[in-house]
């Protein structure tokens, strides 16, 4: 199984009857599989604040409930995370959240074991396919024991690695009474000043319970070197130094402070070895535990690996693969795009573009380098109104917030209204592809259906627009070049907040509308490559002409457009 896959399956062994997420890759899979089996609830939320805040509600009304979020979702769900810490759970709780080293589809490389230790909540991190299952099964049992949330780390390796799992049965459990606490859920401040004294007793008791949990683990072999690690990083230090004696933590926070002391005192020369920032390392030097080496041999950024190990300890590394040239594949949005035509008017105008998260962010690299700026989920709107109050109106006129449909869901609305409650006239495209496509075609609140495929309420986007106060709404096809360029001139001239919904199915999901591959005549191109301009990966340069690739076209007929020729012809409806 996928680690992902696996995290699934020991939820459903551990008797979860709801599942609540946002996708984000590293995470996606978990909650995929989860809609899988009919006794679990599944669902995706509109974000992950709201996904945490319906599984505190179901663990609050008896249940065991899972959130599952990429780590940069965990900073949109802090809100709720941490003062569920003080209020506790009722039904068992487990907060999934994966961390993405070397930025793989991220936008940093965030370590969310800090997230753990601010929040005063237990942190466990698998190391394989089986720990995740069999990991996922005790953080349930935990956080009952504990009253309160239990977290669980992934990372992307250990989240898309596949190893062997033993399945076991489904336990039932019995939806636990509730009973109505205000003073132990209702977070107002005389009755949170108590609950904090609670948390802090809490954390003193799984302290002394991790010194003595088999999810940690000693396994000793030469006692010349020793390594503490834990997840991913077990797997390589295992590989790299097979010699070596290793202190193997499953519970990343609270640390077992007299477990560490033991083992440093039977190793001769003690080391951490862990991804991104110094967690361990800090936090045993603070104890004064002395180390022979930690980040200072494998550095803080990026991913490990049993070869960086290797390096790092100085041992002598085989060449990877024999030298050979290879041409580097940026990463484009894909043939027949709707994407694309909004970017390549944008391009076309030299409109300044705040950017936002999702398969749309490529319009940020060449040949359209369309995007100057993304942030964070929602970020386009807020940034163009500060863009707007800082540089005046004629900026703000030559200024266009681009964002998707998903994203303008999660968390554009809100902006969107604070751009009309203050009367910041700025421009906003929405991309409405149907879909969330970057973590693999996840249907939202706007696509018409759930995560089980079924009928789901459709939200009208241009309706939505309107009810947050915006009288100007156009809703243009992302293939009509000239009135997304009519569209976008007339509303960045407007004083008024307006958007624009650039509207056209994902090409990967379209396929009812493909059609018979395009052709480029040689005979007929003039060689002026107008139609790479944009960025299309079915068109390529031949010697002074282009070649429409058959196997890429879909025949979406945006490259007709562009060419003032002539030259490229065909696309009927297969």
């Known amino acids: 199984m996928l680690g992902n896959e696996a995290v699934a399956r020991g939820a459903y062994e551990a008797g979860v009857r709801l599942v609540s997420s946002y996708p984000g890759t590293p995470s996606t899979e978990i909650t995929e599989n989860c809609a899988k ?42 809100d709720p995370l941490f003062t569920v810490s003080y209020t506790g759970v009722n039904g068992g709780m487990v907060i999934v959240c994966a961390d993405d080293p070397a930025m793989h589809s991220s936008q940093n490389e965030q370590d969310s074991r800090f997230y ?13 396919s089986q720990e995740c299952s069999d990991f996922a099964r005790a953080a349930f049992d935990l956080s009952e024991r504990f009253d309160a949330p239990v977290m669980l780390r992934l990372t992307t390796r ?13 336990r039932e459990r019995e939806i636990k009474p509730y009973q109505k606490d205000i003073r132990k859920n209702v977070m107002m401040p005389g009755m949170a000043r108590g609950r904090h004294v609670v948390v802090e007793e809490r954390e003193k ?95 803080l950024q990026g991913e490990l690996s049993a070869r960086r190990v290797e390096e790092a300890f100085g041992r002598e590394t085989a060449p990877l693969y024999p030298a ?22 944008l391009a076309k105008l030299k409109m300044h573009v705040t950017g936002d998260i999702g398969c749309y962010t490529l319009g940020a690299l060449p040949p359209l380098s369309a995007v100057d700026t993304v942030l964070c989920m929602g970020a386009s709107i807020g940034m163009s109104q500060g863009f707007a109050r800082a540089r005046g109106r004629e900026f703000a006129q030559h200024t266009v917030a681009v964002i ?41 609140p706007a696509s018409g259906r759930n995560i089980y495929g079924e009928p789901a309420p459709e939200i009208d986007l241009a309706a939505l627009c309107r009810a947050c106060g915006v009288n100007r ?36 999901l379209d396929r009812k509308s493909r059609k018979t ?50 030259a490229i012809g065909g696309g009927e409806k297969a």
């Open 37 to 78: 089996y009919p006794e679990i609830y599944a669902e995706w939320a509109v974000n992950e604040k709201v996904a945490m805040e319906v599984c505190v509600g179901a663990a609050d009304g008896g249940a065991r409930a899972m959130c599952c979020m990429k780590h940069v979702g965990v900073n949109v769900a802090a």
């Open 116 to 128: 753990a230790r601010s929040a005063h909540l237990m942190m466990l991190e698998p190391a394989d």
């Open 158 to 170: 250990i989240a898309h690695a596949r190893s062997m799992v033993t399945l076991g049965e489904r």
């Open 205 to 299: 008791e799984q302290a002394a319970f991790v010194e003595t949990s088999e999810l940690n683990r000693v396994e000793m072999r030469d006692p010349a070197i020793g390594v503490i690690c834990s997840g991913i990083a077990y797997q390589y230090v295992r590989e790299a130094l097979p010699e070596a004696s290793v202190l193997k933590l499953g519970i990343v926070y609270p640390l077992p402070e007299k477990l560490i002391r033991e083992f440093a005192s039977k190793v001769q020369a003690l080391y951490v070895v862990e991804e991104l920032e110094p967690f361990f390392e800090t936090r045993l030097r603070a104890w004064g535990i002395s180390l022979a080496g930690g980040k200072n041999l494998t550095g």
């Open 324 to 345: 050979q040239e290879t041409l580097n594949r940026p990463p484009l949005m894909c043939a027949g795009c709707p994407h694309r035509g909004p970017y390549s008017v």
């Open 404 to 444: 998707g449909d998903s994203t303008f869901l999660h968390s554009g609305v809100t902006s969107l209204i604070n751009a009309v409650y203050n009367r910041t006239g700025i421009t906003v495209m929405i991309l409405d592809n149907r879909i969330t496509g970057m973590t693999g075609h996840q249907p939202n």
């Open 473 to 508: 709404v156009v809703t243009v096809d992302s293939f009509d070049l000239a009135g997304l360029e009519k569209a976008l001139k007339e509303e960045t001239a407007s004083d008024e907040v307006s958007v624009i919904i650039a509207r056209r199915p994902c090409a990967l």
């Open 517 to 566: 591959p395009l052709k480029a005549d040689p005979a007929v191109c003039r060689g002026c490559f107008s139609c790479m301009k944009i960025s299309c990966p079915a068109i390529e340069k031949r010697d002074k002409h282009v070649w429409i690739n058959p196997d890429q076209c879909v025949g979406c007929g945006l490259c007709l457009e562009t060419c003032r020729f002539g």
